[in-house]
Structures are given as C-alpha cells and as structure tokens.
C-alpha cells in the first residue's frame, strides 16, 4: 500500500469573502455540516530541524479526540501534494512511537538537539462541504481564526479545496469559477509556514528568490515545474507584503519574480513549444506588468541617482523641487500597480497560471519526459552563453539599446545559472559555478549602472510633460537640477563602458560549470 497523500489547492482571502463564499451556490450542498472549532500545535526542534526539511508534525484536538499528523514537503504556489500519515493518539503531545515509517526519525536523528517543543498553534473555526465539480469529489473547507507564536499572530481566511477523488485540474477549475465573483488569490503559505515566517519575523518583509532544488534524474518537464513553481512563489509572497506595505523592496521582489518566470519560458522554450498556451500566459504576463518598470525606475531614481546627486550637491536647491516632483510621479505610478493588483484580471491570471503549470497540455508527453533535465541544462546554458558572446561584442561602441539587450540576455543566463544550480554538486563544478556567477554578476552590475543612466534619461525627460500644478519657479528649478542630474551621470558612462567592456571578456574568460 502507497503512503496516503494530501491534494489540495489553496486559496486566500478575507473575513468578507469567507462569508460570500459559505453561500456560494457552487459550494451549496443539502446538508451543511456544522461549524467545528479545532485547535493544533506544531512540534520542532530547537533549532527547526523539521521545518528546514519542510516536515510538518502536528497534533490537533478535534473535541475529546486528538489526532497526531505528519506532513512532508510540498512545492508551494499550487498544488500542495504531500505525503501524509495520521493517527489518533491520547493527549496533545506527540506520540514518537508511531513515526517510524515518516522522515520524522531521519530529521531528527541528524538534529543538534533532537527535543521536541510546541512551537505553533493554531485555532481554527471550520466548515467542510462535498462537492461534485467536473468529474470529481471535492472537499471545500472554509477556515478563519489565527495562527499563534510567542513573538505573534496573525489572522487565517482561506478556503481549501481537497481532492477526495477525480482529476486535479477540476480543483482549479473550481476555484477559477469562484474567483470570477469572490476575490480570491492563490495561497503559498500552509498555515505552520505562517506560524514559522511570524517567528522568523519574515511573513510581511519582501521575500527574495530562494534556491531551486532539482533531482539529478529530473527530466526537463519537471525541472521546468518545478522553476514556475519557485517564481510563483515568490511573486505571491511579495504581492501580499506590498499591498500591506508599500514597500518598494516588495515592488522590486514582484518585478525579479516575474523576470526569473518570464526566463524560464525562455530557457524551456523546446519544451513548451507544443503548447501555444505557454507563449499566449508569457506575453500576458509581460503586457499586464508593463507599468510596474515605470514605478520601479521612479523608485530607483529617488533613492539612489537622486539621493547620489542631492549628497553630491547639498547647496541646489532645485534638486529638493525635482525630489518632490517625482515623489508625486511615483504615487500616481503607485496607484497603477495597485489597480492592476487588487483586480480580478490579475487575480485571475495568475490563477490560470498555476492552473496550466500543474495541469495544462504540455505535462504527461512522453517525449518531453525523455529529455533529461541535466542534459537540458547544458544545451541551454550554451546557447546562452553564445549569445553573451555574440552580442556583448565591442560592448564600449554600442548604443543605450543594444548594451540593454546584452543586460536581459546576461539576466537569463544568470537566471539559469541560478535555477541549474543543484544539478552540478560535484566539487569542481561548484567551485566553477561560483566564479562563473561572480564574473556575470561582475557584468550585471556594469550594464545595470548604465541602464540605470539611460532610465534616468527617461524619467528626466518626461518632466517636462508632466502637469504638477506647482509655480513656475519650482518647475524651473526642478528641470534645471535636472538637467545637472543628467549632465553629472553622463561623466560617469566612458568609465562604466570601459568596465563593462573588461567584466565581458573576464565573463568569457571563465570555465562553464555546466562542462
């Protein structure tokens, strides 16, 4: 008999949404069940031993009864389809006894200190209905209460829905029907890893991409799912942190998430090819996000050109006029993000992306399975590294244009480099992979200081333009610290150039970890 596995979407939302969802004719069934009000805790070790493997051990009270369940790993921003064991067992603390055939003794065994302690609760009010959607039988489960840590808590909405039988694509086709008109984004985080980011102080600070873990057998397919599911992560949790926060490091998160997706459509374009569908999300994605690099470039120029100029220059008073001219640009920017952010369309995108990710016509073809993940890797790493190559030629004689489009194909071979990472454990091939990413890093950083003066050009340029219903005077000291602005970056480029020209052929110079 196979271990039992847990198949499940999840979906976030608010108290509002709850209620308009408990009586959704979707989830209408004959004979509701009535609430049930569950309390849990979460065990680890002392210094999270199970949570770092992405092992879960809880014990959960359901009235006079207690229920012990282990959870492995799961990729997020989907599915969440794990391994799963329960049992029922006496009191609220773990029963050890009946974890042998889990990861449990393995993680604990290598833990520095192998104690058990309750970590996390949480108390949930819950509502669970069957319901039959597509050709399946579906578990809808409507939580709200709060996740409880030593350091803090947080509030839970969300609306789980279960695979009791039937296909998994029939779970997103459900929850894309409720989204149509009950806002409803896609959850990443189970309720523990909430628990775990409030004690790690991290669940509402920007999130930047973690390491892409791939098995050495992985075929190409697989390797790609797992990346979109990596990207997709990211991107959520930095949109749930900007909402709350306006944070401009969660508004740069989102932009780098969406950048590193849009390159893996890139990096696995043999794989997708058969799928229209994979170029009709990938252009949607870049057409909606469009005004999110306007916002960005505002941001950049604020805290950093500007910021530079106003050190460089405390005496010019028109740099403060200029400061505050684009502050208000880039509340108006602001507000455009935000727009494409809270709405349906958006919502909805990105469900239709985890949908076609996890279920979509590309999964399941036999021949793309065949294509082995390494041997991918090393084919598109190559073809990238031409193009590097090819492009960045005579780097100090190219125009703004042409030395950005070298900038986005050493971002994708930086973005591979990363995503490829774990394919290549052997000893020589890491110490390689360390001083290949540091020279394209080296690179990167040149030809961003460069698009960063040719951003700034833009942003300049389009003072003048913009209506700010400030007098004249202020407007005449902001288009002349503006014109210094630009005039003081323009001493730097020959510099810039000739680095970046030297960190290209340094970037050449370096051995391919992939060979």
Known sequence: MGT???????????????????RHPLLAVEQPTEAEFLSATYYDTADRALHRKGVTLRVRR????HVQTVKAAS??????????????VDGPTPDLSLLENTPVPDVLGSASSPDLAAVVTTVIERTTRVVAHGHSRISATLDQGRVETPVGDAPIWELELELIEGDPADLFSLAQSLAETVPLRLGVLSKSERGFRILSETLRRPSKAGAVKLDQDASAATAFRTIAIACLTQLRLNEDVFLKT???????????????LRSAFTLFKPILAADPTATTLREEIKRVTEPFGHARNLDVFLSETLADEMARRPDEAGLDDLRIRLEAERDRAYGTVFSILESQAWRGLILDLSAWIETGPWRGDAKREAVSARDHAEATLDKARRRIRKRGRHLQRLDAEARHEVRIEAKKLRYGAEFFASLYGEKRAQKRHKAFVSALSDLQDHLGALNDLATAHSVLASLASTGTGETADGDGRALFAAGLTAADGEARTNDLLKAAGQAHEALLDVKPFWR
């Not at 359901?62 to 009864?65: D, K, S, T, W």
């Not at 990729?75 to 029922?88: H, T, V």
């Open 246 to 260: 306006r944070d401009p490091e969660g508004l740069h998160q989102i932009r780098v998430a969406l950048r590193r």
């Open 62 to 65: 359901h009235g006079e009864r």
């Open 4 to 22: 039992p596995r847990e198949v499940e979407l999840k979906l976030d939302c608010g108290a509002a949404e709850l209620l308009e969802l408990a």
């Open 75 to 88: 990729s997020a921003a989907g599915l969440f389809d794990r391994s799963e064991w329960e049992w029922a």
